[in-house]
């Protein structure tokens, strides 16, 4: 099938190349001129792992193509994938802009009968709002639909690939047979194909990224708690996750959430609630808790170094909001990083994928380092932020050698209490028992 995709960020891209790995010919469209020519010379702008040699594939095997044009791709495809940007606006609500205008462009573009699915993460009732432009530009013959995206950034293709379900908000038999077709291949092994109102497929989405980002709050002030009364955050976990009912998902404390999806999804959530006259105070606390957990590690320090971080020296490892992912988006180290320069302290810097944007988010207020080794150098004391799988078994005695105080603040909960004790280090986690 002919499918064009508008937009060639996170969503776009990732989905526009797995649609053509499947078979059908893929067109992804975006305004950015420089960004179209990278992909179609086979480079990739983001780093997801396993999706370079994707797009390489599917644009040498011709079923992959990208451009500038929106007119020709939307002309001759069926379905145009909408996969546009919903940033949160100043009030929490999500900008609409790019959907709307992006909806009218592929509206007047369509020839015969066009699907348009919006796979961007939308409020409740963005469809109609789309029908209504298509109304206004169409021919009559253009259906609108919901296909909510449920990626994982560094699992990304394997999510697309492998979906524990697919998600099609659809009105319109046709549309919905249609759709059930192009994500027929992901779903071999019976997964569900779920086919709901519009409304109900845009609310999903919010919904399941809400209810992940309150596990995770909910699990940090356990965390906190278990400090408080001297329990241990790893047996309380297990002991919650072991229960079917829960379930061992997203319960592992550290410094908080960030990324592209939960904090934006959570706020826009909660201005969808406030619009109908609802308080949504329980993701109301949600939010607030994961804003203290990022100052959770500044905390400690300054009670570890008597309350004066002035010319301390940190080495800081890990930039990106999550491991296997370059983004730093809402990512804790923004928060911390911040905090600890205004506290009068220095931080050198490490992440295997994100140095380049801190660059351009830090510039030259923080020293950047190539490997997490050369960060240590000088420090005063290292912080972990970011668990990626590198920094969990390195080597203790060459970072004891690095560093001005065998000091780590460990907000990601990596290493064993006992082994630190045994190896002198005087060491911060979450939620966990001291060796005493």
């Known amino acids: 099938m002919n499918i064009a995709v508008v937009g060639t960020g996170y969503v776009g891209l990732v989905s526009g190349t797995c649609f053509a790995e499947s078979g059908n010919e893929v067109v992804c469209v975006d305004i950015n001129r420089e960004r179209i020519e990278m992909l179609n010379s086979g480079r990739v702008p983001i780093y997801e792992p396993g999706l370079e040699e994707l797009v390489r594939r599917n644009v040498k095997e011709g079923r992959l193509s990208f451009t500038t044009e929106l007119g020709p791709a939307v002309g001759n495809a069926m379905v145009s994938f909408l996969a546009v940007g919903t940033p949160m606006g100043p009030d929490g609500a999500a900008d609409l802009s790019q959907v709307f205008r992006v909806a009218e462009q592929v509206t007047k573009a369509a020839v015969g009968y066009h699907v348009i699915a919006v796979k961007s993460t939308v409020p409740v009732g963005t ?246 080794y050369e960060a240590l150098k000088g420090a005063d004391a290292l912080m972990i932020l970011t668990e990626w799988n590198q920094f969990r078994h390195p080597n203790f005695q060459r970072i004891k050698a690095e560093l001005k105080e065998p000091v780590i603040f460990d907000g990601r909960n990596l290493y064993d209490p006992s082994l630190m004790k045994a190896l002198e280090f005087k060491y911060y986690s979450i939620g966990r028992r001291p060796v005493l």
């Open 127 to 372: 469809n109609d709002s789309v029908r209504e432009i298509v109304a206004q530009y169409g021919n009559g013959r253009t259906d609108v639909c919901s296909v909510p995206e449920f990626l994982k950034e560094g699992s990304a293709v394997e999510d697309f690939m492998r979906p524990d379900r697919v998600v099609i908000g659809s009105t319109s038999e046709q549309a919905t047979a249609i759709l059930r077709e192009i994500h027929a291949a992901f779903v071999r092994t019976d997964n569900p194909i779920l086919v709901m109102h519009p409304r109900s497929a845009e609310l999903t989405k919010y919904a399941s990224n809400a209810m992940l980002a309150l596990r995770i709050s909910f699990i940090n002030q356990m965390a906190n708690l278990c400090e408080a009364v001297g329990a241990e955050i790893n047996d309380v976990r297990r002991g919650m996750g072991s229960d079917k009912r829960i379930g061992p998902q997203f319960l592992f404390p550290g410094v908080g959430y960030g990324g592209s999806c939960f904090p934006k999804d959570v706020q826009a959530l909660i201005h969808s609630a406030a619009d109908r006259k609802l308080d949504f105070s329980i993701l109301r606390a949600a939010d607030e808790v994961n804003n203290e957990q990022k100052r959770i590690m500044v905390h400690r320090a300054k009670e570890h170094f008597n309350g004066n971080l002035k010319g301390k020296n940190f080495a800081v490892w890990g930039l990106a909001f999550k491991p296997r992912t370059d983004d730093m988006r809402e990512a804790p180290s923004l928060v911390v990083i911040e905090e600890l320069l205004a506290a009068g302290a220095k931080v050198q810097v490490h992440d295997p994928e994100a140095l380049e944007g801190a660059r351009k988010i830090f510039g030259d207020r923080v020293a950047y380092h190539a490997t997490n």
